[in-house]
């Protein structure tokens, strides 16, 4: 049963994993609408990454992929994330996020700032952080070093 409206979530999505799918898999279920932000390839650069990381292009390819597999693209609206808060700022843009357990920080300072701008806070929503086969989060950075595969199987080196 969808609980909200509309609900956002974001994210580079780069080389996009089991915790990605969690993740967007969570928000269509709470929301009948989803706002997926997904990080620009100028504010990537400005976050200071420990790795490189895939064009908006490629990754916007890749999120689309997932979308469309599950029948999701008709309720997402994806737009460009150029700053960590995207529309989450304005008056009845969403009424709740979708957060990791990792980024749940951001959500709580989303809804501070809310507070001082006179909005009421988001319902935010958070999944645990999707383990891998050795029970450390998946994660891209890992993925990127070579420590595991998109679905958190341990590489052997």
Request: glycine share 8%; with cysteine; charged share 30%.
């Amino acid at each position: 049963m969808r609980k909200f409206r509309k609900v956002a979530v974001g994210g580079t999505f780069d080389e996009f994993h089991k915790g990605h799918r969690t993740l967007l898999l969570k928000a269509f279920e709470v929301g009948e609408q989803v706002v997926v932000g997904l990080c620009s390839d100028e504010f990537v650069k400005r976050m200071g990454k420990p790795h490189s990381t895939a064009s908006y292009k490629q990754r916007l390819e890749d999120l689309k992929r997932f979308l469309s597999e599950h029948g999701f693209l008709e309720r997402a609206e994806i737009i460009p994330l150029n700053d960590p808060y995207g529309v989450t700022l304005s008056k009845g843009c969403v009424e709740a996020l979708v957060v990791s357990r990792e980024t749940e920080p951001r959500a709580l300072e989303i809804n501070l700032k809310r507070e001082k701008l006179g909005l009421p806070p988001l319902h935010i929503v958070v999944i645990e952080m999707v383990p891998s086969e050795n029970h450390a989060p998946i994660s891209t950075t890992r993925i990127r070093r070579g420590e595991i595969d998109r679905e958190g199987h341990l590489l052997k080196r």
